[in-house]
């Protein structure tokens, strides 16, 4: 479904990301970890097209999507959340997902009604109806976490990029947003996750990638990847036993 | 933690709800409609430049609104005063016929500016504006084609008709109705919801599947559209003008002190806003004479300074704090 | 005979070039360093242009006398506006710093608009026609000087910049705030000095205009814009930049001038054209100075 061709990216003498390829099938779960500065973002900024690649390809379905403008690949089927979340201030979290709702298909967009009829249908899923008419700035960080989880969705999208959704939250805010990533991923939406919280990558990816200084050091199964000496060197620093979760989609 | 749970029961209105705001609207109209039979020459001519800034500050404000501020916005209300003008000078052609041309060339330079912009911050766009409608006012005071310095002169409008003002005023109350309504329709649509994503984080809008370029440049050309129309009375209606004063700053800072202090982002702010400021401007011209424009000048600093939400946001403050003492139930 | 018009064109717009020379070295400090758009920068200029008239039609001082004056008087504004207007704007968004400079710009064209009237005035000095032959070209004394002194000007500011602790501080300061806090840097104070500093360098520019052109109250506006098309040209931030952009305006100017049906109008629209051409193509001007 979607795929990275060589992929590279340079900020002026910096290279973010080097040579990187990998491919992702339909109805997968990929994690995507690594270092801090290690491109993670980059990457997710590259596929939603608001970075163009230096050189290679990014294809969904076969399409070229790199150099192609972000609203595009959104209605293409292509969702995301930011790490440090971007509400937008002045709206309710219902109007922040309508946005979502109207437009994330058509460049037309549908009737406001229509969309805020799917936005409460949204945020019912998400848990979030009873705060539906609170101004996004009110809000708990973790509610401000899950209303960008419902941004992404709202524009129903076949393939979901989540940027570090986790950060920030307690253990039970943790597995509560487990629990809705995992009902996503069940309707059949393919989703990329990006986190540090290794508890949701085992929990979640069936599959982890693993990215250091813009490289690919590792690509297969999570407690493959998770035991791979590379990895635990560069990113986890100390010996760190995974036990295969028979939770973990595969 | 108690007040704000009330406030979540009700949605904050950042698109102006209708329902009983429409008695209001049909009252208001009625009124502006039939007020003018009433009153003498000069309150007319005073009432039909309050409806020609309320197109300018309607307009402004939608601009605005996608986070687009134009400091030039003369330059649009003079393109079309000019197109008017010189439609009407060197081809006779009928006055709706000028001004709607006017209001179609002020659209394409509005175009032509927004696609140039598009990608500009929001600083660079000012700038940008500004320097258009000074350098429109400086070129257009030295080159043949118009004129220069002295300007052009129309017939005047509704020539022979002892009631032409009252007809004068009829034909900016019209221009004045459609833009509102206009304006009202795309603050009820789909539309605001786009203009607002792009004007709180364009780029977070983008990913959800919003075209800032369509929306930024459509704002653009409906703001120049109507304003141009407005242009095009005014010159009809003044019947000669000139650089000075058909790009003049003043008019491009009262286009934006006229959303600022009757309520930004609101749809019955800039209509409050322009009546406020055209009777006020006119007040000042007459009793304080040259030099009025320092008031304006005071306005924007404090209103920057101490009042974002101008008079609008007053007014927010005082509603909220009625409620909470309990005086009114939530609306 | 035309190849001599064309140098004369060439001569004449760089001579003006080194008079907007100074106007943009002022506003590249501000912009540069404290990161503010001052749009009543012009205003300083338009101070200065009025100081220097009335100290000349007054009491017969010298321009050249009055510049030290004008200096000292737009230092003083700069000072009121920097800590009552500028200090709480600086972080917030450009768009803010735009409408509140701009009423601010408003509000000091209309005190002088009611104090002395709007009435057009200039000075005519006993030098003021007097021209030098230089090889075929025909150079104008006063402006010859100004040039000179803009060159002074700006070798000063950037010798400042260079050599001496304050300059440091502001190059610290420019490159990274906090860093230079950390150093112990008194950062509020390194804003006070380069807004005062840009605002004299606009005093003195506003002393050379009422030599050669005529002032009334609105001249800020018109100078603003050509203080930021050169600076957006140049690259925010670079004294060289800013230099080099406002030659390339001069002489811009003088051959669109010349060349031009109707030149005169148009060489106003050079700037915006130029505005307009930079941002397009780079939004960082032709010459980059900030780091990072």
Redesign the interface.
């Known amino acids: 479904m979607l795929e990275l061709e060589n992929v590279t990216k340079y900020f002026g003498g910096l290279c973010a990301i080097n040579d990187v390829s990998f491919s992702v099938k339909e109805n997968e779960s990929v994690g995507l970890i690594g270092p801090n500065g290690s491109g993670k973002t980059t990457l997710f900024n590259l596929i939603t097209g608001v970075y163009r690649c230096s050189s290679g390809k990014i294809l969904l379905w076969g399409n070229r999507i790199d150099g192609t403008k972000p609203f595009r690949i959104c209605h293409m089927g292509v969702g995301r959340t930011f790490q440090i979340t971007r509400p937008f201030p002045h709206m309710t979290v219902r109007e922040n997902v309508a946005i979502g709702a109207i437009y994330g298909k058509t460049v037309k967009g549908i009737s406001p009604r229509l969309a805020l009829q799917r936005a409460d249908d949204v945020l019912e899923f998400v848990g979030l109806a009873n705060r539906k008419h609170t101004l996004v700035t009110n809000l708990t960080l973790a509610d401000k976490k899950m209303v960008e989880l419902a941004k992404a969705i709202s524009t129903q999208p076949k393939l979901l990029l989540l940027d570090e959704v986790m950060a920030g939250l307690n253990t039970t805010e943790v597995a509560e947003l487990m629990e809705t990533v995992r009902k996503i991923y069940h309707s059949g939406t393919t989703v990329i996750i990006i986190e540090h919280v290794m508890k949701a990558i085992v929990g979640l990816a069936s599959r982890t990638i693993v990215l250091n200084f813009g490289n690919k050091i590792a690509d297969g199964p999570t407690h493959e990847v998770m035991n791979e000496k590379g990895v635990i060197e560069t990113y986890l620093g100390k010996e760190f036993k995974v036990v295969r979760s028979s939770r973990a989609a595969s | 933690m108690q007040r704000?749970d009330k406030?979540?029961?009700?949605?904050?209105a950042?698109l102006d709800k209708a329902g009983k705001g429409l008695f209001v609207a049909v009252f208001i109209v009625i009124l502006f409609t039939l007020l003018p039979l009433t009153v003498d020459r000069y309150t007319l001519h005073i009432l039909i430049l309050c409806q020609t800034f309320v197109v300018i500050s309607v307009c402004w404000n939608l601009l605005a609104m996608t986070r687009q501020?134009s400091?030039g916005h003369a330059a649009f209300f003079g393109l079309g005063a000019y197109t008017s003008a010189l439609l009407s000078d060197r081809l006779s052609t009928p006055p709706w016929l000028d001004i709607a041309s006017g209001g179609i060339v002020a659209s394409f330079g509005a175009i032509i500016l927004g696609l140039?912009?598009l990608?500009?911050?929001?600083?660079?766009l000012?700038?940008?504006t500004?320097?258009?409608a000074?350098?429109l006012r400086?070129?257009s005071?030295?080159?043949?084609f118009t004129e220069g310095a002295q300007g052009i002169s129309l017939l005047p409008l509704f020539e022979g008709n002892p009631n032409n003002k009252l007809f004068s005023y009829y034909l900016i109350l019209v221009i004045a109705l459609i833009t509102a309504v206009a304006v009202y329709f795309v603050i009820q649509?789909?539309l605001a919801?786009?203009f607002?994503?792009i004007h709180?984080?364009e780029?977070?809008?983008?990913?959800?599947?919003?075209?800032?370029a369509?929306f930024k440049l459509l704002a653009f050309t409906i703001s120049a559209f109507f304003t141009g129309l407005a242009g095009g009375f005014y010159a009809h209606y003044t019947t000669h003008i000139e650089p000075a004063t058909a790009f003049n700053?003043h008019i491009s800072?009262e286009a934006?002190l006229m959303p600022l202090i009757g309520g930004l982002y609101t749809f019955i702010g800039p209509i409050i806003g322009a009546f406020v400021l055209t009777l006020m401007t006119e007040y000042l011209r007459v009793s304080f004479g040259?030099?009025?424009?320092?008031f304006?000048?005071?306005?924007?600093?404090v209103t920057?300074?101490f009042l974002p939400e101008g008079i609008i946001g007053i007014y927010k403050i005082v509603w909220s704090k009625v409620r909470r003492a309990g005086l009114v139930r939530g609306v | 005979m035309k190849i001599q018009i064309f140098l004369q064109v060439i001569a004449n717009g760089l001579l003006t070039g080194g008079f907007y020379m100074a106007i943009a070295v002022g506003i590249t400090l501000i912009f540069g360093v404290l990161n503010v758009i001052y749009f009543a920068y012009g205003e300083s200029i338009m101070l200065g242009s009025y100081l220097s008239y009335f100290l000349f039609t007054l009491w017969g001082v010298d321009p050249l006398i009055s510049l030290p004056l004008a200096i000292i008087m737009t230092s003083l504004l700069g000072v009121i506006v920097q800590k009552t207007f500028i200090k709480p704007v600086m972080k917030a968004p450009h768009l803010n710093q735009i409408l509140l400079t701009f009423g601010i710009a408003v509000i000091l064209q209309n005190m002088v608009l009611i104090g002395v009237g709007g009435d057009y005035v200039s000075i005519t000095t006993s030098y003021s026609g007097i021209s030098l032959k230089i090889g075929p070209l025909r150079i104008g004394l006063v402006r010859f000087l100004e040039f000179l002194l803009s060159i002074v000007l700006t070798g000063g500011i950037t010798l400042w910049l260079k050599y001496t602790d304050w300059g440091r501080a502001v190059r610290a300061v420019t490159q990274n705030e906090e860093s230079a806090k950390l150093t112990g840097i008194n950062v509020d104070r390194v804003y006070l000095i380069t807004f005062v500093v840009g605002s004299a360098l606009g005093g003195a520019a506003g002393v050379m205009i009422s030599l050669i052109m005529y002032t009334f109250p609105l001249i800020g506006f018109n100078f603003v814009i050509k203080a930021f098309a050169i600076v957006i040209l140049g690259g925010i931030g670079s004294i060289p930049g800013a230099v080099a952009g406002a030659m390339i305006l001069g002489v811009t100017e003088s051959l669109v001038s010349q060349y031009f049906r109707g030149g005169s109008g148009w060489a106003e629209g050079v700037s915006f054209m130029m505005i307009i051409a930079v941002l397009l193509i780079r939004p960082g001007g032709l010459f980059y100075a900030k780091e990072g």
């Open positions: 704000k406030n979540k029961d009700r949605e904050p950042i501020v400091l140039i912009c990608r500009m911050a929001t600083w660079a000012a700038i940008v500004f320097s258009f000074e350098a400086v070129i005071s030295m080159i043949e649509s789909r919801y786009a607002r994503a709180d984080d780029q977070a809008a983008s990913t959800l599947g919003v075209n800032p369509l700053v800072v934006q040259q030099g009025y424009m320092i304006y000048g005071i306005i924007l600093v920057i300074m």
